[in-house]
């Protein structure tokens, strides 16, 4: 029987930040309240994969370092080859191979974020947190990141994405649907939207596009 990746059952921590108060979770079997600064470190590192909006890659860098920046975190230390090797694999997952070597600067927007992507691949997390992966890109670059979180999620990784695009919310599984702090609704999607489908049917669009020029 596999461990859930979140387990969350009789509270009996709670961190107060100003008037708000926040709960203890266990991650992945561990229980984080009992974790000091440097450990929960660790775990955020090895056990949690985090794609943002805004890409946040370092610009002077090129593609494969910005992919092997979690690496150098990592305790115990990962070996220099063995960082080159696992940054390539996640850079082509994200079909990037051969854009290893550029900088930020010579990639498209859609680029980026499959970098960004493969960065927080290369630890091979147990949970992907993405904010908002899409809110910069085109729609059909979207569809072609949410592809990838389709795969990595049948694959067996848990992804928790937070959007505000209702199209972009019914690739996933479940939509938990939030609004000043309080939950207003979680379900399952059954109309769920699968990429490949979606890419197909945008190729077709275009073609007959072009055919009636």
């Given at each position: 029987?596999?461990?859930?990746?979140?387990?969350?059952?009789?509270?009996?921590?709670?961190?107060?930040?100003?008037?708000v108060q926040?709960?203890?979770?266990?991650?992945?079997?561990?229980?984080?309240?009992?974790?000091?600064?440097?450990?929960?470190?660790?775990?955020?590192?090895?056990?949690?994969?985090?794609?943002?909006?805004?890409?946040?890659?370092?610009?002077?860098?090129?593609?494969?370092?910005?992919?092997?920046?979690?690496?150098?975190?990592?305790?115990?230390?990962?070996?220099?080859?063995?960082?080159?090797?696992?940054?390539?694999?996640a850079?082509?997952?994200?079909?990037?191979?051969?854009?290893s070597?550029?900088?930020?600067?010579?990639?498209?927007?859609?680029?980026q974020?499959?970098?960004?992507?493969?960065?927080?691949?290369?630890?091979?997390?147990?949970?992907?947190?993405?904010?908002?992966?899409?809110?910069?890109?085109?729609?059909?670059?979207s569809?072609?990141?949410?592809?990838?979180?389709?795969?990595?999620?049948?694959?067996?990784?848990?992804?928790?994405?937070?959007?505000?695009?209702?199209?972009?919310?019914?690739?996933?599984?479940?939509?938990?649907?939030?609004?000043?702090?309080?939950?207003?609704?979680?379900?399952?999607?059954?109309?769920?939207?699968?990429?490949?489908?979606?890419?197909?049917?945008?190729?077709?669009?275009?073609?007959?596009?072009?055919?009636?020029?």
């Amino acid at each position: 029987m596999s461990t859930p990746v979140i387990q969350l059952e009789d509270f009996c921590k709670t961190y107060i930040s100003g008037e708000v108060q926040v709960h203890a979770v266990r991650l992945d079997g561990v229980n984080v309240g009992e974790l000091n600064r440097d450990e929960l470190a660790d775990l955020r590192n090895q056990k949690i994969g985090f794609v943002f909006q805004g890409f946040n890659l370092l610009e002077r860098t090129t593609a494969l370092e910005n992919v092997e920046l979690p690496m150098l975190y990592c305790r115990p230390g990962v070996r220099t080859r063995t960082q080159r090797e696992r940054a390539e694999k996640a850079l082509a997952l994200v079909s990037l191979a051969d854009r290893s070597d550029h900088t930020p600067s010579q990639l498209s927007g859609g680029q980026q974020q499959r970098v960004a992507i493969a960065r927080a691949l290369v630890n091979e997390p147990k949970l992907l947190l993405a904010d908002e992966p899409t809110g910069n890109l085109d729609s059909r670059t979207s569809i072609e990141i949410m592809g990838i979180f389709q795969q990595l999620n049948e694959q067996g990784m848990t992804v928790i994405m937070v959007t505000h695009e209702l199209d972009i919310a019914r690739y996933c599984r479940r939509v938990v649907v939030m609004r000043d702090g309080l939950i207003r609704s979680d379900e399952a999607v059954n109309d769920r939207l699968h990429a490949a489908e979606e890419l197909a049917r945008l190729d077709a669009e275009q073609k007959a596009i072009q055919l009636t020029a």
